[in-house]
């Protein structure tokens, strides 16, 4: 995902600035494309926030995988509404960035709440993150970490 947030700047949840290099580098990385004002997603976000603060708080190190909300909210300001009242403490690409409508047509976003689990380069790993947290739990982050190659064992 480097490859294609590569020189960019997200947010955190608190609305700081990171390098997105910095913070994805050797991470599966899951775009979350939602919006506060649509109903399924306001109902999946506190479950991925549940998925992402279990992985987080399990791992003895950092967990091989990072969130990044791509927002398709009206406004920066409903962005940052739904993001402190319901997200996790991943990361955002900012509401202003032209970049959150390419990933959208780079990745066919058509209805939301979606979860596209991405390698570093950008290639998908599945279009379907939602339906595998929904009902594989933490045991899909294995299967995305092993099909991204990346090279850590997260035994927690």
């Known amino acids: ?61 950092p967990a091989p995988f990072e969130v990044v909300f791509v927002s398709a909210d009206r406004s920066a300001r409903e962005m940052r509404d739904f993001m402190r009242q319901l997200h996790g403490a991943w990361l955002a690409l900012p509401f202003h960035d032209p970049c959150r409508l390419e990933l959208r047509r780079k990745y066919n976003i058509t209805a939301l709440p979606r979860l596209v689990v991405v390698k570093q ?15 594989r739990g933490l045991a899909c982050l294995q299967a995305w970490v092993e099909a991204a190659d990346i090279f850590q064992d997260f035994t927690g």
């Open 121 to 135: 380069d950008g290639e998908v790993i599945t279009h379907r993150g939602w339906k595998q947290i929904r009902e």
């Open 1 to 61: 995902m480097v490859d294609v947030l590569g020189g960019r700047r997200l947010l955190t949840r608190e609305g700081e600035a990171v390098e997105a290099e910095a913070a994805l580098q050797n991470k599966v990385v899951a775009l979350y494309f939602a919006a506060g004002r649509c109903a399924p997603s306001r109902d999946f976000t506190p479950l991925l926030r549940d998925f992402y603060g279990a992985l987080v708080s399990a791992a003895r190190r």
